[in-house]
């Protein structure tokens, strides 16, 4: 079974400064989607930005961009110049390329102090 | 829509109470999927239809759990008979039929069972 685990339950950073979030997955696969979504208390789920596993380039969404370690099955979002919206819950999740249904990490809760 | 919607975004029901989650994919997504989001965890999956045909159930937790997509749009979610262990946040997310691995989510039902 596809596990995602993040680690840090909760992170804060200073406004302006950069952040990284940790995320781990398990897998056999060798094709796959990784994700990171953001949840503010609103609730609503937005994409941050994603990654295939068959690309070797990390990818990179304005002041997010991710470090993608395939052999490692690592997959961390960074966050520059942060500003306060930006604090939200935080999931990393995974989703084979033959199926349909994501992993859900438990989240990483990320205050931004200003 | 412009995205997807959920109704009603807060539900108390009382234990034994039948209730009924509603989803509305944004136009023309074909899929369609059911998360439950107990508090402090990551959405864990439920069950996905693509069009009307409901291809993945494997993730309803008992059968009091029920969904339907009849005409391929609008899904609901049914309770039959709740318990207090049902109380999470059920998520709704569709994807876009070209090339879809990217989740779309609606903002969410709370759900309280006292």
């Known amino acids: 079974a596809q596990t995602v685990t993040q680690s840090q339950p909760e992170m804060s950073v200073q406004e302006a400064e950069t952040v990284t979030l940790s995320c781990t997955y398990d897998t056999s696969e060798s094709d796959y989607y990784l994700f990171w979504y953001k949840q503010p208390p609103s609730r609503q789920m937005i994409l941050v930005i994603r990654?295939?596993?068959?690309?070797?380039q990390n990818a990179t969404e304005n002041r997010f961009s991710v470090n993608f370690q395939k052999a490692a099955k690592s997959f961390s979002l960074k966050i520059s110049d942060s500003q306060l919206g930006d604090a939200a819950m935080y999931f990393c999740a995974y989703l084979k390329n033959t199926g349909n249904q994501f992993y859900f990490g438990t989240g990483t809760s990320l205050t931004v102090i200003p | 829509g412009a995205g997807v919607s959920q109704s009603p975004r807060y539900k108390v029901a009382k234990r034994g109470q039948d209730v009924a989650l509603r989803c509305d994919p944004i136009?023309?997504?074909?899929?369609l999927f059911w998360y439950q989001q107990a508090l402090g965890q990551g959405p864990e999956f439920l069950t996905y239809?693509?069009?009307?045909?409901?291809?993945?159930k494997s993730g309803l937790p008992s059968d009091r759990f029920f969904a339907e997509r009849p005409e391929g749009s609008v899904s609901t979610l049914k309770i039959q008979r709740t318990q207090q262990e049902d109380s999470a946040v059920y998520l709704c997310?569709?994807?876009?039929?070209?090339?879809?691995?990217?989740?779309?989510f609606g903002p969410g039902t709370r759900l309280l069972v006292l």
């Open positions: 990654q295939e596993a068959y690309k070797q």
């Open positions: 239809f693509q069009n009307e045909a409901q291809l993945d």
């Open positions: 136009s023309g997504h074909v899929s």
């Open positions: 997310a569709s994807t876009s039929p070209i090339g879809g691995k990217t989740q779309y």
